[in-house]
């Protein structure tokens, strides 16, 4: 393991780029915490799944 950040080898990651659409209005926006249809990925899940 390394012994300090300074000896750590940086990552790389790949973006790919994001293709245009119309941003939401800004109402709908605060509500879905973007403004970015393509970024708006809301949680559809339920708790306590394993029980």
Known sequence: MYAHVDQ??????YVPYQ???EPFDL???LHAGTIFPAL??????R???HR
């Open 8 to 13: 750590m080898i940086p990552a790389m990651a």
């Open 27 to 29: 109402h709908y926006a």
């Open 19 to 21: 293709s245009w659409q």
């Open 47 to 49: 708790r306590n799944m």
């Open 40 to 45: 708006c990925k809301p949680f559809c899940g």
